[in-house]
């Protein structure tokens, strides 16, 4: 804690018979009209001021942040604890335990590697949906996940139990961000120094980009890298800009028949379009007090899909009626409701309380929300529902390959890819992704099947998954209720799923499953086939497993766009199921209503779902629960008693994790043989003295993408196809096709990832014409296709470095971190865009990755690169002297000697990501500074 205290600002806080030590905000000037989350930075600066990082003057810059202004002051933010997930979470302990290795080879103690913020770590990433629609779905799940991963769980024992504050989830319990909302999350943090007790805020960082779903408790929090994360729990702030703050206005309430679904993609919409990448968004208004716990952290989850850095509710009555129901001991309740109003974190502390001051302002009236889905490719793309049909006729000419005998495929009906090569538009989820295509005429592709003894024919837009999943609305009971609710509603009436629509129920919580046994959902819920697959993220992930064989066998021999529905917020391409072209976002209740239609060229205010007992047609509208019965439900099921039994032991697991052999001592014995578990070799040859960094010679461009290019096109966390480089590594290691897992359950081997680094199914490199996945054309032989990691090696040992350009929005989607540790091992020295996502830009700084930007207005066509150049970067060494340079000087020799020359933007943002990059990355400035 500080030892400066310039401003006075430290003092007591009486809460019933405990005293805390508290710092006080009205001790800065300017602080009582700053945004919520501004004054959270606030006190985490006045709290750790130390006269040489954070200094007085730091905290005079955010007393008196001026709201207009472009971010331009650089501050220190210490998160209180850091969350993980499995998938990005295990190459963080993997890396720890590298680092002990390390410290000790440089002659410092290796214990000395050890969090020093409370660390967490959920497994949710790793269930995959093998079995489905039957009642022992679950438990033979939870099998198979322990078969599969049980070399990493090993693992993640072994740190539990070798690195002091860090603790596991154990498989099985929920998924990380409801785990967080309804447990781990403190609101307000207290902690025991020299024999006081201080409170403070909570904060934290994660491993994942949904981590701002803890901003509707009032939690400041966002997703970084795994990078950034190992860093944080070694007790590295984060280094950011004072950025620019939204205030998004709320009014009105949602009208009966929209859900808080249908509020989160209208947000997502919005804001968007407006731009708020790198910005903090803040709800406030009298719309504000309506909205429902649940609700709040909905919204605050999509926070990636709109692209802002958080997006968070201040505290209030809500927040406490939730801690209390979920289970916090009331001292701790009372502590919150205290140290909000001490510090005018309240929201409407009283009549004369001060409009906070904001750089911008949107507002919605929450009654003008319709119901809605998203898709085909993108969370922000909505669709009102009432325009869904129209809207999938529209798209799926561009995901139908022509071919003989199409009934109704109109002549003028576009190939696959509309999109001509070299153009960005459309490329990797580019910019209009429900505009083309002529008119509603469809075409058509009728395959006849047999499923299970049972004649039928499949077509395009059939819905081949529909999974309720995800955190984003599995931890809200008025959706999950809704979807329930509506499930009883069918089956009373006598409707069925359509036998080719592979089902799945996985709540975020095992407190789901309670509610829902209390108010008697799970028999009509399965008997739509919507049986409990497991606790976590599965289909949002890429985990929805095969979908039905002989839906599959159609797909593939007959080219077929089918699609996925599903309750989450990511639909990118290639990202769900290898199988499915289309993928759309949905409520519960509506990914319900889309496995009865079994497809997506469906009206459900024209069109019937099918008959009732008496032979009556039957339509969406009478079926649909009505909020006041739903409501009504979840006060019946709903208790505090459910959440304090499901975590009551919440670290100890079932008798399977406490089963597994865990290794002792404090460095790690790896094992040679391991393909999950590898030591990488971030760290070798690493010297106490930093080498002096170099401009960049010779270099060849890697992959020329286009707009909106994801990390999962970067860096899948899918499927390992047999024939890519990764799973010929593993057929190799003697490892048979059943067992190849996915990308991001083997994000523990480093070899496993440079080979599936840019290896999506759905990346498109404009260097090739027409080829979708990992490949690319290799320069060292002649420009002959290859596989991107096959040319990467030809070029590493001809000692040629390479480049990536891209388009917009470069690495949006999941903080991945292995989509830039995967890009550095590959050889990549620069990455030239025309704009990054906020975390995987900071993610390749922390890997030694020069992060350019093209000139404003500029792209690479624009400029005429067509990737076959050879490119020169100067004025990097200018960093060697302690200088950022705005721009640096980018000359593209093109073959026949011309040049193309441009002052790239040098997007390292801070002093501290100079830092970083002079190191060679994050986590050798981390080793040297801890060794030192």
């Known amino acids: 804690m500080t030892s400066t205290d310039s401003f006075k600002a430290h003092g007591e806080l009486q809460v019933g018979d405990k005293a805390y030590d508290i710092y006080r905000l009205v001790a800065v000037e300017g602080s009582e009209t700053l945004p919520y989350s501004l004054k959270v930075l606030l006190e985490n600066l006045l709290r750790t001021e130390d006269g040489a990082n954070i200094t007085a003057d730091h905290i005079r810059a955010l007393g008196g942040w001026d709201e207009n202004a472009q971010p331009d002051t650089e501050i220190q933010f210490t998160p209180a604890r850091v969350i993980m997930q499995d998938f990005t979470g ?165 009208p009966q028949g929209a859900t808080a679904t249908d509020v989160v993609l209208t947000i997502t919409e919005m804001l968007r379009k407006h731009g708020v990448v790198g910005k903090f968004v803040e709800f406030y208004g009298e719309g504000v007090g309506a909205v429902p716990l649940a609700n709040r952290a909905t919204i605050g989850n999509m926070s990636p899909e709109f692209g802002s850095t958080c997006a968070i509710f201040p505290i209030d009555d809500v927040t406490l009626e939730y801690l209390r129901l979920t289970g916090r001991s009331e001292e701790s309740v009372a502590l919150v409701e205290a140290y909000a109003k001490e510090q005018g974190m309240w929201l409407h502390a009283g009549p004369d309380q001060p409009e906070a001051r904001y750089s911008e302002r949107l507002e919605l009236d929450l009654s003008t929300v319709v119901p809605s889905i998203a898709g085909p490719k993108r969370p922000q793309d909505r669709i009102s529902l009432t325009a869904a049909k129209e809207s999938f006729r529209k798209v799926l000419p561009t995901y139908v390959s022509h071919q003989e005998g199409d009934e109704g495929l109109a002549s003028s009906f576009p190939a696959s890819d509309p999109t001509p090569q070299g153009s960005p538009e459309g490329q990797n989820g580019g910019d209009k992704p429900a505009e083309q295509g002529s008119g509603l005429d469809r075409p058509t592709r009728r395959v006849p099947i047999t499923i299970d003894g049972q004649a039928t024919e499949v077509d395009h837009g059939i819905v081949a998954i529909a999974s309720i999943t995800s955190c984003t609305n599995t931890s809200n009971p008025s959706v999950m209720m809704a979807a329930a609710m509506l499930a009883k509603n069918a089956v009373d009436k006598g409707l069925t799923v359509a036998p080719w629509v592979k089902t799945s129920m996985a709540p975020g919580s095992k407190v789901v499953t309670g509610y829902y046994e209390k108010a008697g959902m799970w028999p009509y819920l399965e008997k739509l086939g919507f049986h409990l697959v497991g606790y976590g993220c599965t289909t949002c992930i890429g985990n929805s497993g095969p979908i039905i064989d002989e839906v599959s066998q159609a797909v593939n021999e007959h080219d077929l766009a089918v699609v996925s529905v599903l309750s989450g917020n990511r639909n990118f391409e290639g990202r769900i199921n290898p199988d499915v072209k289309m993928n759309y976002l949905a409520s519960p209740p509506l990914v319900i209503a889309y496995a009865l239609a079994g497809t997506m060229d469906f009206d459900f205010d024209t069109d019937s779902l099918g008959t009732d007992h008496d032979g009556n047609d039957v339509f969406l509208k009478d079926i649909w629960p009505s909020p006041t019965d739903v409501e009504s439900t979840i006060a019946g099921a709903i208790s505090k008693k459910l959440f304090t039994d499901d975590y009551a032991d919440v670290f100890a697991g079932d008798e399977r994790w406490q089963s597994l052999p865990t290794p002792e001592g404090n460095t790690f014995d790896w094992d040679p043989e391991s393909t999950y578990v590898r030591k990488p070799p971030y760290f070798d040859g690493m010297q106490m003295e930093t080498t002096p960094v170099t401009d960049i010679e010779g270099a060849r461009v890697l992959a020329k993408l286009g707009d909106s290019v994801t990390t999962d096109h970067i860096s899948p966390a899918g499927a390992i196809k047999t024939e890519s480089p990764a799973g010929r590594y593993l057929a190799d290691h003697g490892v048979e096709r059943k067992d190849f897992n996915s990308y991001g359950s083997r994000r523990g081997n480093h070899e496993i990832m440079i080979r599936g680094t840019f290896a999506n199914i759905r990346l498109r490199n404009l260097l090739l014409d027409g080829v979708e996945g990992g490949f690319t054309r290799d320069f060292t032989r002649g420009g002959e296709q290859s596989t991107i990691f096959d040319a990467s090696a030809n070029y590493q040992a001809a000692g040629t470095p390479l480049v990536i350009l891209a388009g917009k929005e470069y690495g949006s989607g999941s903080s991945r971190d292995w989509a830039a540790k995967g890009t550095a091992l590959l050889g990549v020295r620069a990455v030239i865009t025309e704009s990054y996502e906020r975390i995987h830009r900071s993610n390749l700084i922390g890997m030694g990755v020069l992060p350019l930007q093209f000139p404003e207005g500029q792209n690479a066509d624009s400029l005429g690169l067509d990737g076959t150049e050879t490119f020169a970067v100067s004025g990097v060494t200018e960093l060697n002297e302690g200088r950022t340079p705005r721009t640096v000087r980018v000359v593209a020799s093109k073959e026949g000697g011309e040049d193309v020359s441009f002052d790239a933007v040098l997007r390292i943002d801070t002093p501290g990501e100079a830092d970083y990059y002079r190191n060679g990355g994050i986590l050798q400035y981390v080793l040297r500074s801890l060794v030192k």
């Not at 269930?127 to 939870?142: Q, T």
């Not at 990380?176 to 909302?181: C, E, S």
């Not at 949904?210 to 970084?224: A, D, P, Q, S």
Request: proline share 5%; hydrophobic share 40%.
């Open 90 to 254: 295990v190459p963080c302990v993997v890396d720890l335990a590298t680092m002990r290795e390390a410290v000790a080879d440089l002659g410092g103690n290796p214990e000395k590697i050890n969090p020093l913020a409370p660390a967490e770590l959920v497994i949710d990433h790793s269930v995959i949906i093998d079995v489905f629609g039957r009642s022992d779905a679950f438990e033979r799940n939870v099998e198979i996940e322990y078969e599969r991963n049980h070399e990493r769980y090993k693992f993640l024992r072994w740190g539990q139990t070798a690195f002091d504050d860090f603790k596991v989830v154990p498989p099985g319990t929920g998924i990380v961000h409801q785990v967080n909302i309804e447990h781990l999350a403190r609101t307000v943090m207290t902690r025991e120094l020299d024999g006081r007790t201080v409170a403070y805020p909570d904060t934290c960082v994660g491993t994942d980009s949904h981590t701002t779903m803890v901003n509707g408790l009032g939690v400041l929090g966002w997703g970084v890298g795994g990078i950034e994360a190992e860093a944080a729990m070694l007790g590295q702030p984060v280094s950011m800009l004072i950025p620019r703050v939204v205030g998004f206005k709320l009014s009105g309430s949602v």
